[in-house]
């Protein structure tokens, strides 16, 4: 497809479960982000990937959380032992190499029991 | 670190007249990249404007335009002819190097844009 591609786009989840978030960029963006939008609230950076490296994983809140990517296409954000406190909307966005402008996806909204 | 404030959680215009939102930011490059973000209820974030900071003439796309203001780190976004499709959460955004070869950005809190009839 033209634009990313997030799956699935919403998930419902008891308490204590993991959870996989699925994004796929566009084709030959180098550069991949995730962000974790709470209601209301603006973007809060969770991890970057140039290729398969992740040379910024800053913004992950917690070793529950973590993220691949295998080579420059799709990355998996997986979220283990789920609490309330994660049901936010997570965005993935790719971009060409240094030109710091991302193309956003639609998001997956995450809903924790 | 970088920081990218903006101070008017909500605004409102009415249709056909001009809003401007403002964004401040912290920086000590002095070559980078700003941009405006839009996202309507549908979430889908979408780049309206972005900025050079090399260029001194102010970016423009039809009725977005900004007022860059590179010594005061100021970077307001005027909405000119408001229309009912631009009511959205607008974001400012700031590119942070990271490694040197590519940057993330560092978006502000949201304006809040309400267009009434």
């Known amino acids: 497809g033209a634009g990313v591609s997030q799956s699935p786009s919403n998930k419902v989840t008891e308490k204590g479960k993991d959870v996989e978030l699925r994004c796929d960029p566009i084709?030959?963006?180098?550069?991949l982000y995730w962000y974790r939008q709470r209601l209301g609230q603006g973007l809060e950076f969770l991890i970057y990937f140039q290729g398969n490296s992740a040379p910024d994983k800053s913004g992950l809140p917690s070793d529950r959380f973590s993220a691949e990517r295998t080579g420059e296409s799709v990355s998996t954000l997986t979220i283990q032992r789920t609490q309330q406190e994660d049901s936010a909307v997570y965005l993935c966005a790719s971009s060409p190499q240094a030109t710091g402008e991302l193309f956003f996806g639609e998001g997956s909204r995450l809903t924790v029991l | 670190a970088q920081t990218v404030t903006q101070s008017q959680p909500e605004m409102s215009v009415q249709e056909a007249e001009t809003v401007t939102l403002s964004c401040t930011y912290d920086t000590s490059e002095s070559d980078y990249y700003l941009f405006w973000y839009k996202q309507p209820p549908s979430r889908q974030m979408i780049l309206v404007i972005r900025q050079e900071a090399y260029k001194q003439q102010n970016a423009t796309e039809n009725r977005f335009s900004v007022n860059f203001q590179k010594a005061a780190k100021s970077f307001s976004l005027k909405i000119s002819d408001s229309q009912l499709g631009d009511a959205a959460m607008y974001f400012c955004a700031y590119p942070s190097r990271g490694d040197g070869t590519a940057s993330k950005l560092t978006f502000g809190t949201g304006t809040r844009l309400q267009v009434t009839l």
């Open positions: 084709s030959g963006h180098t550069a």
